[in-house]
């Protein structure tokens, strides 16, 4: 398992660094996709301690970018990498919000992991990670859970559709939590909304700015992993997917 080879990881965050877990989500978002992340130019937003930006150079990507708010984290991740030995040249972390960070760089491949059910801006996000230039993308996120979804469109006109399944549930995070939300200008008493998206909103956000849209098989992977399951929950029990985002 991935991560078992570099273990540093289990203790560089407080936000689940669970082996099982780990090695689950890695087999879902790199290991699936090395052959597209291979020589590419990647940014990894909300990159943490580091796990994805790692991994994905450990995948043969030529360069990572990570940004970050949370300035202890990017420590950590300086500290872990330095101690694997990865050399300088091909890794950058930049201090900040993704929404004050991220305009006018471009990138082969994004991947905004545990992050996008932080943020309200959903659309402006995807706006962003589009102007990158960026063919494919991972999306890894909280969504609503499947019960509380309509079904099916009952119209392909998003403008008659009075069920309407493209929704964002409103939440708030509190900011002074290292798995949680930035502190921004929507933030009042300690706590920012963010919002958790249905799948099918996912989707057609993710249609609207031309990307194709997929999701990982969950339910074949706990087949074959029955063990990884208890700490997947989120995943085992539908209300976080993996979506692949491709140009078309
Ligand atoms: C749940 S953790 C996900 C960590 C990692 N990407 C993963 O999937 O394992 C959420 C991360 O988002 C970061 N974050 C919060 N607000 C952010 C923002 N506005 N811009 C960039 N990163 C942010 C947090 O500091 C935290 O590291």
């Avoid at 990881?9 to 082996?19: A, K, L, R």
């Avoid at 590419?40 to 995948?59: E, P």
């Avoid at 960070?101 to 991947?111: I, P």
């Avoid at 200008?185 to 249905?198: C, D, F, I, Y």
Wanted: glycine share 6%.
């Amino acid at each position: 398992m991935f991560f078992d080879q570099y273990d540093r990881f289990y203790t560089t965050s407080q936000t689940s660094p669970f082996p099982h877990r780990l090695n689950g989500r890695h087999q879902a978002i790199i290991a699936r996709n090395a052959s597209i992340i291979s020589g590419k130019r990647v940014l990894d937003i909300a990159s943490h301690d580091g796990r994805w930006s790692f991994a994905a150079l450990q995948a043969g990507a030529a360069h990572v970018t990570g940004i970050e708010p949370r300035r202890e984290l990017i420590a950590n991740a300086h500290e872990t990498f330095a101690h694997y030995g990865v050399e300088e040249s091909r890794f950058d972390f930049q201090c900040g919000d993704v929404f004050d960070l991220l305009s006018a760089q471009s990138f082969d491949v994004v991947l905004c992991l545990g992050f996008y059910y932080h943020t309200i801006r959903h659309a402006e996000l995807l706006d962003k990670i589009e102007r990158t230039g960026a063919q494919f993308a991972v999306i890894d996120t909280e969504v609503t859970p499947t019960v509380d979804e309509v079904a099916e469109a009952p119209s392909d006109d998003p403008r008659l559709v009075f069920a309407n399944p493209y929704s964002v549930q409103l939440l708030s995070d509190p900011v002074d939590d290292q798995q949680m939300a930035w502190q921004d200008s929507l933030t009042r008493n300690g706590r920012t909304l963010v919002g958790r998206p249905s799948r099918a909103a996912v989707k057609y956000m993710a249609n609207h700015f031309g990307y194709a849209c997929e999701t990982y098989d969950w339910s074949s992977h706990f087949q074959a992993r029955p063990e990884q399951a208890a700490s997947m929950v989120d995943y085992s029990e539908g209300w976080r997917d993996t979506f692949f985002l491709s140009k078309r």
